[in-house]
């Protein structure tokens, strides 16, 4: 869905949106990926809704205890 060119304007949302389940799923890895597949739509991204994807990135790298890719993600906050 996210790859479709009419669901364009969206993509971030629904990547956050997977990420949202894979968490429910505890599935961390499918939800970083999917949280950096909607971090890099920057056509699409607001200023609002990349803060809220980096802090996220950044709080499930740092549970995980990888410090450097949680400074790099905290760094990213607008």
Request: proline share 3%; no cysteine.
């Given at each position: ?24 799923r505890?599935?961390?890895p ?14 699409t991204?607001?200023a ?31």
């Amino acid at each position: 869905m996210g790859r479709k060119d009419r669901f364009e304007s969206y993509r971030d949302i629904i990547y956050y949106t997977a990420a949202q389940m894979e968490l429910e799923r505890n599935n961390k890895p499918g939800a970083i990926a999917f949280l950096l597949n909607a971090s890099g739509t920057p056509a699409t991204t607001t200023a609002a809704s990349a803060t809220k994807h980096f802090l996220q990135l950044a709080n499930l790298t740092f549970e995980d205890k990888n410090y450097s890719a949680a400074k790099n993600y905290y760094d990213s906050l607008t």
